[in-house]
């Protein structure tokens, strides 16, 4: 059974960087060909794709959001870490680490989520 576990502080103030680690248990990041993903879901909101880590250790990202975004891994320690710069009250909320095996590009169909952590970002 693989399990997931977001961690991170739970405040950001207003152009900081937020930055979230992912832990996994039960599988290896490193597992052909599997994509780690970050999710987002704002309040009021649909969820939003932020990007990926691959088993290969490639990144993709959202379009709309690449420009902020940085996902990398630790594979020593079965972890992978986004962090999202210069963010605003905008990037308030729940973020969330899942997997899928839906391939580089095209909808992905997770079959594992954490269960997400809320980060406010506020002065």
């Known amino acids: 059974q693989v399990q997931l576990q977001e961690s991170g502080p739970g405040l950001v103030k207003p152009s900081q960087t937020l930055s979230l680690t992912c832990t996994v248990s039960?599988?290896?990041?490193?597992?052909?060909?599997?994509?780690w993903s970050w999710i987002r879901q704002p309040p009021g909101k649909g969820l939003e794709w932020i990007g990926y880590?691959?088993?290969?250790?490639?990144?993709y990202y959202s379009p709309s959001l690449k420009s902020r975004t940085s996902i990398s891994r630790d594979t020593s320690k079965n972890q992978f870490t986004l962090q999202l710069s210069s963010v605003t009250p905008e990037d308030t909320a729940v973020y969330y680490c899942?997997?899928?095996?839906?391939?580089?590009?095209?909808?992905?169909?997770?079959?594992?989520w954490g269960q997400g952590t809320q980060v406010t970002v506020s002065s």
């Open positions: 880590i691959a088993y290969s250790g490639n990144t």
């Open positions: 039960g599988g290896s990041i490193t597992t052909n060909y599997y994509y």
């Open positions: 899942a997997r899928d095996a839906s391939g580089p590009l095209g909808e992905r169909e997770y079959d594992y």
